[in-house]
Every structure is written in structure tokens, then in C-alpha cells.
């Protein structure tokens, strides 16, 4: 078919990684590990000249540094961290942005500089990003130091929502500020919606996530050495498997101390082939899409996120593909129920498809390099494909808790590129039934959901989520050693409680 010469195409893709006291490891900084991944991004295109003087936009990823006030920066940092990494590689885009918050950015990205080039606004686009969030916990621990700082006074567009609907005071006063315990309640929210007990649940969020492991020990840009492990060894609780908050043990959770970066080089097919790019490396979005949830206590059912379902359909339907179609698979896996929500029962796919759901080895064993852990999945997607030329491959990016969704289909096959808007269908989610939320929550109710967060000694508080009888929902929390013994030996779901209004947060009995 002849190709529009507008057409948007991947031609690069470049990672980097690096270990703490493995050899060759240097200590980089985040700006310059993105950098590391955009020169191999610009060596991977292939073409007969140098390609960096022809970026004419730079897109980065934000780095957790610049929105985590418990990370913050204590070594210094870059003032405008897309400007350094564009120095490193000898660009000069006229356009710069410096992206917004949440793991779907690297997706949204992608779609977005698409539809741009096709447009006619840019030819050649260098989108990254990186964390080195290990490097800065060792010289923290060791007593280390070094100097990152860079003050760079050049124009961007620095992109930052105030993203209200990730925590309020709700949260805040019962204690759930993290994201391994928000997402434990919808865990359990969804084990309840499933009818399972805690060890059959345990066992098969375990099945779920071993063979992850088996991919991140095979892959040289994971941020740990790692082995192969069993659903047991992942999912139940040992020595070497400390709880972080009920249902998750270390082994569940997202691995965020990595030092990684990945970035990606997009162009319109006329400047591809003005700067010679062979078209075997060339990959087409086929399609797209993007949506936001409303946050997880707006939720009638705060197991599962209806718009990241309907946004994997709506991407194969835009690519003209179905599910069984897509021979390649990534998707977002901070906890089991990202995967499982998307996957099992959004796709209705099995957690062992021979196709495998996952690239990278996850973000558990792999690494989760803050908001750009799916630029990773989109560079492994591009080499797998280049190697299966005609196959389709699915990419799906998870921001907040199961709150920001993109996706994308991705194939060599050529496609014109297509409108990949979704205002429509975010005007539908938003216009969704919402619970009625109460604050200061009195009364005999149901336990819905629930976590335990655990130290490094046991059990120290029990949150739960729950419904008043006149409908009402709320969080409470209790740290009294005998509701807690009783949450950690009975499961507690389903079971009726009373709660009451103290002095900062509600509190919750059973009985």
C-alpha cells in the first residue's frame, strides 16, 4: 500500500540500565541515564546520517523527584530535566515538555507526538525518560554524595495536574497515602466480587505473576538480578517475602529503587525515508486510546476500573484487530489486580496464555521506573515486533489506582494514522452513578474491603473500606491489638462492624 507521507512511525528505541556495584556502574543521574537510552534510541534507527540535529520535539517523562515529597531531591537535580537530556544528545528541539504525572504518560505520549506528526507539526520526536531511585537509596545508606544539579533557563511546556482525585483527607487521616495500600483494597474488593478465599486468591495472584519472573531473569535491562521464582515463593509471606500491607508481601509489589531509562524516536514517514531508515525497522500505532476513572472512592465498585477495560476494546477495535489477534503482550503491572482488571477480566484472557502478558518481566522483577515503566514495554515491543514482522502487539499503561489507562496496538504492518480521540467516551465515565461518601461515618455497616499494614514487627493498623446501611461508603481504621489479631486469623470480609466518629479518622469494631 502506498503510505501517506504524513504517517507517524517508530523508528527507534533505546534502554539503559545500570546496578549498583555491578561492573561499569557510574552513579548516573536520572537525566543522564534518559540520555544513555536516547543515544542507543538514535543508533537503533539505522539511517545513513546523524539523526539528533533533526529532532524537532522532546517530550520527557516527570521523574518521581520532581513530584514525591518523601523522595524530594537530596543530591540535587536538574531544573528543567528534559534541556539536559536534549544537551547530552546534541538536540535542539524547538518544542519541549516536560510530561505530566502517572504510568500511562509514556502511551499518551506516543499517541499524542502521532497524531502531531500527522498533522504536519513535528518530523522527528525523541520521547524518554528515568529514574535512578536506587542509585540515590545507596548513597543515602552509605553516606555518599554526589552533585546533580543543573540550572537550565530554556523555555518547555512543564505539564502538572493537581491530581486531587489521588488523595484527600480521608486518605490522609486513615492512613492510606501509599499506593501499595490503595490498591490493596481494591484487591480485596476484588476477591470479595470473586467469592475466594485468602489462600486460593494468594495462590493465584502468585500463578498470575510467576512467569514474570522467568521473563525479568532473562532481560539485561532489569533493575535486580533476579531468579525465577513459584506462586508460593511470590505470593505467601516468609522470611525472605515480608508483608507490606494485606494481600501483598514484598514479591507483589512494585519495585521502584531502579536506576533505568527508555526513550523513543518517532518521524513522519516522509522524513524516515529523507534520513534513510530502513523500513524493517519501522513500527505503526494502529491504535489508541486513553481514558480517566473517577478516583477510586467515586467508584461504585472499587474492585475493578470499567474505562481501563474499555480502553484495551477500543484500541483493538481502532487497530481493526481482535484480542485473538495480538500476538504480543504488555501489560502494566504494579499489583496483580492491574494485570488481572485489564487482562483476565477486561480481555477475558487466562493468566497463563501461551502468548505470555508481559515483556519486560513486570514491574515487581523488572523494575517500576516511576511514571516511565511503559516506555520500556513499547522500546521491548518494538524490537519483538521488528523480529515477528506482520504480528500485533497490545501495550497497556496504568497511572494512579486503576485511574489513568492508555493503550496501544502497535504492528509493522503500515496504517495511516487515525483520529484516536476519546471525549466522547470520557464524557460517558464522567457522567457515571457515584456512591454517596460520608466523611464521619456512625452506625452499624459492612466491611467491603480491607488492609493490614505491616512493619517490620507485624501487624500495626487495619484500614478498611465499607457501607453504611443507608448506603453510605467510608474508610475507618483501628490499631487495637485484638481487632487486628482478629482481621489477621478470620477473614474479615463481608463481616459486620460498627463504626464510630473519633477524634481525627473513624473507627471501626467487629461485632
Not at 510530561?99 to 502511551?107: A, I, L, N
Not at 533557563?153 to 512543564?158: G, K
Not at 488481572?340 to 502468548?355: K, T, Y
Not at 482481621?487 to 463481608?494: A, H, N, Q, R
Request: with cysteine.
Amino acid at each position: 500500500m502506498t503510505i501517506d507521507d504524513t504517517t507517524p512511525v517508530l523508528i527507534g528505541a533505546g534502554q539503559f540500565a545500570e546496578r549498583v556495584g555491578e561492573e561499569g556502574y557510574e552513579g548516573l543521574a536520572n537525566y543522564e541515564l534518559a540520555a544513555k537510552a536516547g543515544e542507543r534510541a538514535l543508533a537503533d534507527v539505522g539511517a545513513n546520517q546523524p539523526i539528533a540535529g533533526h529532532i524537532d520535539a522532546l517530550a520527557a517523562v516527570r521523574t518521581f523527584e520532581d513530584v514525591s515529597p518523601v523522595l524530594g531531591q537530596p543530591f540535587g537535580k536538574s531544573s528543567a530535566f528534559p534541556w539536559s537530556v536534549a544537551k547530552r544528545l546534541d538536540a535542539d528541539p524547538d518544542h519541549v515538555v516536560y510530561e505530566d504525572v502517572g504510568g500511562q504518560s509514556p502511551q499518551n505520549l506516543v499517541t499524542e507526538f502521532g497524531g502531531r506528526i500527522a498533522a504536519g507539526e513535528f518530523g522527528v520526536v525523541l520521547l524518554c525518560g528515568a529514574e535512578n531511585i536506587s542509585t540515590v537509596t545507596h548513597l543515602q545508606r552509605s553516606g555518599g554524595s554526589a552533585d546533580w544539579s543543573e540550572a537550565i533557563d530554556r523555555p518547555m511546556e512543564s505539564r502538572l495536574s493537581d491530581n486531587k482525585g489521588m488523595i484527600n483527607r480521608d486518605m490522609v487521616a486513615h492512613q492510606l497515602i501509599r499506593a501499595p495500600e490503595n490498591y490493596a483494597l481494591s484487591e480485596n474488593a476484588r476477591r470479595r466480587r470473586l467469592g475466594m478465599s485468602r489462600e486460593d486468591y494468594a495462590q493465584a495472584m502468585g500463578e498470575l505473576f510467576a512467569p514474570f519472573t522467568k521473563v525479568a531473569a532473562e532481560n539485561p535491562y532489569s533493575a535486580q538480578a533476579i531468579e525465577p521464582m513459584s506462586a508460593e515463593e511470590i505470593a505467601f509471606a516468609s522470611e525472605k517475602n515480608r508483608w507490606i500491607t494485606t494481600p501483598y508481601p514484598i514479591r507483589l509489589v512494585a519495585k521502584e529503587k531502579v536506576n533505568q531509562g527508555a526513550a523513543l524516536l518517532l518521524a513522519s514517514v516522509a522524513k524516515a525515508r529523507e534520513l534513510g531508515v530502513p523500513q524493517e525497522k519501522w513500527v505503526f500505532l494502529h491504535g489508541a486510546c486513553g481514558l480517566v476513572e473517577p478516583g477510586l472512592w467515586e467508584r461504585a465498585d472499587i474492585s475493578a476500573s470499567p474505562a481501563a477495560q474499555m480502553v484495551a476494546s477500543i484500541a483493538l477495535e481502532r487497530a481493526s484487530v481482535g484480542i485473538g489477534d495480538i500476538g504480543h503482550f504488555d501489560f502494566y503491572s504494579c499489583f496483580p489486580i492491574a494485570v488481572a482488571n485489564s487482562a483476565i477480566d477486561g480481555l477475558g484472557m487466562a493468566a497463563d496464555d501461551p502468548r505470555g502478558l508481559t515483556l519486560t518481566g513486570g514491574l515487581p522483577y523488572f523494575g517500576g521506573a516511576g511514571n516511565n515503566y511503559s516506555m520500556h514495554a513499547i522500546a521491548e515491543m518494538i524490537i519483538r515486533l521488528r523480529g515477528d514482522p506482520g504480528s500485533f502487539g497490545l501495550v497497556s499503561a496504568n497511572g494512579g489506582y486503576l485511574t489513568k489507562t492508555s493503550v496501544g496496538v502497535y504492528s509493522t504492518v503500515p496504517r495511516e494514522w487515525r483520529d484516536m480521540g476519546s471525549a466522547e467516551l470520557q464524557a460517558g465515565i464522567d457522567a457515571a452513578p457515584k456512591p454517596v461518601w460520608t466523611s464521619e461515618a456512625e452506625g452499624d455497616a459492612v466491611l467491603e474491603s480491607y488492609t493490614i499494614h505491616h512493619g517490620r514487627d507485624g501487624p500495626t493498623i487495619g484500614v478498611i473500606y465499607g457501607r453504611l446501611g443507608s448506603g453510605e461508603a467510608f474508610l475507618a481504621n483501628n490499631a487495637d491489638a485484638e481487632t487486628l489479631a482478629t482481621m489477621v486469623e478470620d477473614d474479615p470480609l463481608g463481616a459486620k462492624i460498627t463504626v464510630e466518629r473519633g477524634e481525627k479518622a473513624n473507627l471501626f469494631r467487629f461485632g
